[in-house]
C-alpha cells in the first residue's frame, strides 16, 4: 500500500503579496541543498489516523507553532514515489527564525556506528509564490499553484 502524508501550508499577505512559509529538511543529506528541497511540513499516517489531526500535530512538532485559523482543503497530490499528499491551507503568521522542531537520530557517518540526533527541520521561511515555486519539491508545487488560484483567481507564473 502507498504511503500517505498529510501538511499544512500557512500562507500571509506581506506589502500586498501572497507568501507561504516552508521548511527545509534536516540532517546531513538536506544540508548542503536549497532550490527544491523545501518542503510542506507534514508527515506520514496509517490508515487508522484522521488525516487532518496528524497535519495538525506534524506542523506543531516541525515548527513548534500550534497552527489556528480556518482551514481550506486541497486537492491530494500523488507524487512521483507513489505517496499521497494531502494538504490544508491556513493563513496565519509567525517568525520564521523562532521554529522548533522535533529531532530525529540516525548514524552518521555512514558505516561508523557512531549514532547522531539531527533536528527533522533545520529552518523555515517565507516566500512569495514566485520563489516558493523554486525552493519547493517538485512535487508539492502544485499545492502552491492552487493555494494562489483560489485566493486570487489567477493562474500563477
Same mark, same amino acid.
Given at each position: ?38 518542503? $510542506?511540513?507534514?508527515?506520514?499516517? &496509517?490508515? =487508522?489516523?484522521? *488525516? ?5 500535530? /506534524? #506542523?506543531? !512538532? ?36 523562532? $521554529?522548533?522542531?522535533?529531532?530525529? &537520530?540516525? =548514524?552518521?557517518? *555512514? ?5 547522531? /540526533? #539531527?533536528? !527533522? ?37
Amino acid at each position: 500500500m502507498a504511503k500517505k502524508s498529510a501538511g499544512l501550508l500557512m500562507y500571509r499577505r506581506r506589502d500586498g503579496e501572497l507568501e507561504v512559509m516552508l521548511v527545509h529538511p534536516g540532517g546531513p543529506f538536506w544540508a548542503k541543498k536549497d532550490l527544491g528541497s523545501w518542503s $510542506i511540513p507534514k508527515g506520514e499516517y &496509517t490508515h =487508522e489516523e484522521d *488525516p487532518f489531526e496528524v497535519a495538525k500535530r /506534524e #506542523f506543531q !512538532e516541525e515548527t513548534g507553532f500550534k497552527p489556528k485559523g480556518e482551514f481550506t482543503p486541497l486537492a491530494p497530490i500523488k507524487q512521483p514515489s507513489g505517496k499521497l499528499i494531502t494538504v490544508w491551507a491556513f493563513e496565519g503568521n509567525c517568525d520564521a527564525s523562532k $521554529i522548533k522542531s522535533n529531532t530525529f &537520530t540516525m =548514524e552518521w557517518p *555512514p558505516r561508523s556506528g557512531k549514532q547522531q /540526533e #539531527f533536528p !527533522e527541520v533545520d529552518r523555515a521561511g517565507w516566500f512569495t509564490i514566485t520563489v516558493a515555486k523554486e525552493k519547493i519539491i517538485k512535487g508539492q508545487i502544485g499545492f502552491i499553484d492552487e493555494l494562489y488560484q483560489t485566493l486570487t483567481g489567477d493562474t500563477p507564473q
